[in-house]
Nanobody, 116 residues
Framework: QVRLVESGGGLVQAGRSLRVSCAASPSTFGFSDMAWYRQAPGQQRELVADITSGGIRRYGDFVKGRFTISRDHAKNTVDLQMNSLKIDDTAVYYC??????????WGKGTLVTVSS
């Protein structure tokens, strides 16, 4: 059974940094793209960042250079480093991976709360 497990969410003050991580199991499962999405209360889920197996990165427009997505193929993990956090970044952050034949896998999410 393929699982994605997020960690690292929590409460942080505006302007500070936070890193969320996602570990895939089994560690040998091959994903093509991996990504982070987020969903704020009452809003639709939106793409934060994604990274291909070749390391090409794409970010949501709202990121504006504040976040960095990284991937460790050996460990089958994907991290999101978030700097200069804003109150509007408060959301549940979900890990996503695309497996063979385009099958999508989702984690259960980790809550990030940014306070003033």
């Amino acid at each position: 059974q393929v699982r994605l497990v997020e960690s690292g969410g929590g409460l942080v003050q505006a302007g500070r940094s936070l890193r969320v991580s996602c570990a895939a199991s089994p560690s040998t499962f091959g994903f093509s793209d991996m990504a982070w999405y987020r969903q704020a209360p009452g809003q639709q889920r939106e793409l934060v960042a994604d990274i291909t197996s070749g390391g090409i990165r794409r970010y949501g427009d709202f990121v504006k250079g504040r976040f960095t997505i990284s991937r460790d193929h050996a460990k089958n993990t994907v991290d999101l480093q978030m700097n200069s956090l804003k109150i509007d970044d408060t959301a549940v952050y979900y890990c996503n991976g695309i497996g063979p034949w385009g099958t999508q896998f989702w984690g259960k999410g980790t809550l990030v709360t940014v306070s003033s």
